[in-house]
């Protein structure tokens, strides 16, 4: 049995944009032992992902460990770095899958597109490779949690980098929108995010309770997200769970475009995605000015479209295309 090594050491969302590239991987090599090196805490959304047979956790390349049988083929789902390369160049594979380097002129690869979508991007190097891949298959079957917060919206406030958190006073002004039009809420992030939404709930009269917030593990905000009528977020992993569940989102894009990283166009929609349309640091220490130019009433507006929508009696929102709509 030949081994096949993934390399994908990044965030939630960074694997889920991969989904479809690590399906069209496992039907093109059935009886192959496939192991991902990804991040441990993702391990439950693998669980859900289906083709993988082995997670190595690998949280830094440079902490990366191999001891297993040297792979057939190594494959580079991870960026065009030198570190990710060489990372993989010391299990010894067979030979290395990777978009092209040009600090390794021997790995023929295709060029690195910087204005692709990261779904397109994973498939792309695969079909290089001459595998098929299905873009459109990103789903993922819903977990099941012990908590139901069925049919509530999710708030999710919580981003990788500053650059990327809408401000907290307009999340809770949101909030309280929801709250005039009766509608269940839930704040959601992670233990380092609790703070903050424990005082978008203060802001906004909402219950303690409603605070998930550094309360729920991964498969339990998955859960959450499957089930909602609605999830409010910016540019991060929970926008690509709701993809992924079929879920409605109302999505705030700042330094990055949507078309980049959000819920691919080929998807029949039920996404709302605004975005200012510039560029900026995705990394930076402050908010940035793009996504600042997202205002309240532009979300409200959007968040009753998407509950309007849902709501109506007879809608087909299967027909209904993903929006990006550009604000300023």
Known sequence: MAVVLVLQARGLGDLLTAVPALRAL???RPNDHIVLAAPHRLKPIVDLIAPIDELVPTQELGAFRWDAARPELAINLHGPSAESIVTLT???????LTYHNAAFPELAGPEWQQDMHDVDRWCHLLESDGIVADRRNLGLVPPVSTTSHRDCVVVHIGAGAPARRWPPDRFAAVVRHLLVLGREVVITGDETERDIALSIAARASLPTHRVLAGEQ??????ATVAEAALVISGDTGVAHLATAFGTRTVLLFGPTPPHWGGP???LLGRHAVLWAGQ???PNA???DPGLLRIGVTEVINAVDKQLNMRNWPGT?????RTAYRQVG
């Open 279 to 281: 560029v900026g640091d």
């Open 285 to 287: 220490d402050t908010p």
């Open 26 to 28: 496992r039907r093109a």
């Open 90 to 96: 010391k299990t010894d594979p067979g030979r290395i």
């Open 316 to 320: 087909k929102p299967d027909r209904r």
């Open 217 to 222: 593990n991964l498969i339990e905000l998955a």
């Open 264 to 266: 691919p166009p080929h």
